[in-house]
Every structure is written in structure tokens, then in C-alpha cells.
């Protein structure tokens, strides 16, 4: 009997409406979820009668189904927080976490880090990243990203950059006493140093000009710090001479000794070279770095390479993702680079509760890199990226739903009436 099927025919629209709004509900739950993308619903109908079979047309549907609920991929707003360990990302691309389930996707960056000292979810996910060498150069080596170790250990001075003038009018009358050394130099400025554990060092440099364009240094420090010196005086470190050409630039440098024998267990001998600039007698150009000039001497800048040792005072992810640590000595190293994920189709990822997605068939393999590379996002430090749900938008498709629902109902309670018609026609 024809009028049967429209019963089920409402059944399946009463379904499919319900379903919808199981959608919809989930998306209105999840209004303020981080990083949360709503779906939708799509409806599919049903054709289970022809009635010329393959000829076309005259066709009676039995109703509708749900074909798919897609995620929409929109962009959510980025919103500023105050917390280090915040990141949202700008474009395409998922975070990369790793736990007890595997490998999983994410775009919700509300991280911190756990006792142990791992970067994690807020369901303990590990979150994946570059690792860096010794140096902070990031290596293409994936691995959990760990807060640093507390301490990092002293940094010996292997090198002080100079830029000086020395003034080109001084004659050269004076003699450099070790005893006398402030009245017995043209001139004179003070460095720091730092030897194998970390002490740091006072090297006082002393300027003498010997003839035109030729100069000679002498370093110095207290002599209780050094071996075989003595309290109160001065003992000589290192010293050297600077050669200059007609127009004042670098012509040649040399270093004629070098004794840092630092006292206290620190490596003997350490070799610390004393850089002026680029002599051209090395093949620079004599531009960089220390000249003679007709101008009083100064001190221009300076630069060694060493550090005492240093506990971490601060963290901090910049927007090219890379986790860096301040140290109390006021070093500053990267320790790690965030990976981002692509997807060639991101809407097919299986969701698997906590905000997080999987890999699918039908998504394709994660393209894992740096973000900003090859199509992925930006990240946005000290940030996170909201819910894409408008619940304007949602709650007018809720209505639009409803009235389906009850138009489908309306189906079942007329073919119901027909129904009772036909009973009555025997009395």
C-alpha cells in the first residue's frame, strides 16, 4: 500500500532533522572550546523506486539521510593572553603530540609544562618539536620538547673583540711600567674574561704608540688572581702590537704572549685571543675594527665569548615557534622549534575527543615541517586561537532544523489519519 512508505518516509526526515541537531547542539557546546572547528550536517535523500526502471524520471523517494558532517576550516580568532606557553596558529597546519594512543593533531595550544619538564596538552599529550645542538642551531630531529636542564655550565673566553681608536697624534715618548701603569701609557680601558670555571677577570689593556702608525698592548690583572702572582700587584696576561697604514686603517696585528694562568683550579694556559679587527695583513680590508685616527682614543665597543655559569631566569616562544631560555648570566639559547603538520585533506582527520585529531585514509599523511614553510601557518606567541562556532548562525539553524523535525512529524500523523480511514471502510 503506497501510504505505507510515506510512514517511514517521515521517520527518515525525523532521523536525519534529529541528527542535525545532535550537531548543532555539539557545535553550541563547544562555542568556547580553544581551537574547536564547527561542523555541519549534510543531507543526502533516498531513491528506493522507479517506476519506468531505467528510463529516467517518475522516480518516488523514500526519504533522507545524513551524507556527511564536515568540519568548516575557518580561521578563528586569535586572542592575546599572558601566558609563555600559549600558542595559536594563523593558516593551515596542526600541532604534532604524541601519548599513550600515538601520534595525534591538534590546534588547540593551550600547553604547559609538567613535572618532569615536558611541553604537554591539557590531557598530558607530549608536544612534538626540533631539537636543537649544543650550539641552539635547530636540527631536523624530532622529539618531545623538554624544559632546559637549570644550570648550564661556565663558558671559558676564547676570544675579545676590540674596537678602538687610538689617537694618531701622541708621540712616542712614554715607556710602559708594569709598576706605573697609568702614567706610563697613552691609553688604557678595561675588559672582562672569564676562565674554564666561570670566574670572571678584570684585563686591563694598556696602549703604548712606539713610532708613527706602529703601537704595542699590554693586558694585566691582579696578581692574586693569576699563578705565581703576587696580592696587590699587577701581573701581565698577554701583550702584543698593532701596525697601521698611511690612512689609519688595520694593517697588522700580533700577539707576542699569552699567559692566562688563572688561580683556583682553572685550566692553565688558556688560550684567549685578543681581536683588533680585520688586519689586512690576515686578508681583511682594515675597515672593521680598531684605526688610527686623529682623534682622541676610546673605546668604541667590545665582545667576549665567555659566561660564568647560569640558572634559567625566563622562557619564551617567539612566532617562528622556537622556545628559547634566558639564563642569569645573561646568556640566551634556543632550545627547541614547534613542528607544525599539513594535511592534504585536514576535513577527513578522525576526531578522537580531548581536541584532538587523527591521521585517516582519507586525510592523507602529515607533511610535518617549520612554521611558515610549505603552505603552513604562522604562529602567534602568547596567544590561543578560539572556537569558530557563531552561535547567531547556529541557533537560526537550530530553528531551521526544528521545523523540519515537526514538518516530518506532520508526515507520520496524516498518513496515520489515511490510515484510519481505510479501517473504517469495513464497518
Not at 619538564?117 to 624530532?142: A, E, H, P, R, Y
Not at 587523527?358 to 604562529?379: H, I, T
Request: hydrophobic residues 35%; contains cysteine; charged residues 25%.
Amino acid at each position: 500500500m503506497g501510504i505505507l512508505s510515506s510512514l517511514y518516509t517521515g521517520v527518515s526526515g525525523m532521523t536525519a532533522q534529529g541528527e542535525a541537531l545532535g550537531v548543532i547542539g555539539d557545535n553550541i557546546a563547544n562555542a568556547n572550546t580553544i581551537g574547536f572547528k564547527a561542523s555541519r550536517a549534510e543531507f543526502q535523500d533516498i531513491i528506493s523506486k522507479s517506476l519506468k526502471g531505467v528510463l529516467g524520471g517518475n522516480q518516488i523517494g523514500r526519504g533522507v539521510k545524513i551524507g556527511a558532517v564536515n568540519p568548516i576550516l575557518t580561521q578563528g580568532n586569535v586572542d592575546a593572553t599572558e601566558k609563555v606557553t600559549d600558542l595559536a596558529i594563523s593558516g593551515d597546519g596542526y600541532f604534532k603530540v604524541k601519548g599513550s594512543d600515538g601520534e595525534s593533531y591538534t590546534r588547540d595550544g593551550s600547553f604547559h609544562f609538567d613535572r618532569e619538564g615536558f611541553l604537554v596538552t591539557n590531557d598530558n599529550q607530549k608536544v612534538q618539536g626540533f631539537s636543537t645542538d649544543d650550539k641552539g642551531n635547530i636540527l631536523n630531529k624530532m622529539s618531545d620538547i623538554k624544559f632546559p636542564r637549570a644550570l648550564i655550565p661556565a663558558k671559558a673566553s676564547k676570544e675579545v673583540k676590540l674596537d678602538l681608536n687610538l689617537d694618531s697624534r701622541m708621540e712616542a715618548t712614554k715607556k710602559f711600567d708594569i709598576k706605573d701603569p697609568y702614567s706610563t701609557s697613552h691609553y688604557s680601558t678595561g675588559v672582562e674574561v672569564y676562565d674554564s670555571q666561570g670566574n670572571k677577570h678584570l684585563l686591563s689593556m694598556f696602549f703604548n704608540k712606539t713610532a708613527d702608525r706602529q703601537w704595542e698592548y699590554k693586558g694585566v690583572v691582579d696578581g692574586k688572581e693569576v699563578t705565581g702572582g703576587t696580592d696587590g700587584a699587577l701581573s701581565e696576561v698577554c701583550a702584543g702590537k698593532l701596525e697601521f697604514t698611511v690612512d689609519g686603517k688595520l694593517n697588522k696585528q700580533t700577539m707576542t704572549s699569552s699567559n692566562f694562568n688563572f688561580k683556583g683550579g682553572a685550566l692553565q694556559d688558556q688560550q684567549i685571543k685578543i681581536n683588533f679587527g680585520d688586519a689586512i695583513a690576515d686578508g681583511g680590508k682594515g675597515l672593521d675594527g680598531t684605526k688610527q685616527y686623529g682623534k682622541n682614543s676610546d673605546l668604541i665597543s667590545w665582545h667576549q665569548d665567555g659566561a660564568s655559569a647560569g640558572t634559567i631566569t625566563s622562557l619564551s616562544f617567539n612566532d617562528e615557534g622556537i622556545l628559547t631560555a634566558v639564563y642569569s648570566n645573561g646568556q640566551a639559547q634556543d632550545l627547541a622549534q614547534i613542528a607544525l603538520a599539513k594535511f592534504e585533506n585536514p576535513e577527513a582527520m578522525f576526531k578522537v575527543g580531548n581536541n584532538r585529531l587523527k591521521e585517516s585514509r582519507d586525510s592523507g599523511s602529515a607533511s610535518v615541517g617549520a612554521p611558515g614553510a610549505a603552505g603552513r601557518g604562522k604562529l602567534f606567541a602568547k596567544s590561543l586561537e578560539r572556537s569558530t562556532v557563531d552561535l547567531a548562525t547556529e541557533f537560526v539553524n537550530m530553528i531551521q532544523n526544528q521545523r523540519g523535525f515537526q514538518a516530518n512529524a506532520k508526515t507520520i500523523t496524516t498518513t496515520d489519519e489515511l490510515l484510519n480511514e481505510v479501517i473504517q471502510l469495513k464497518r
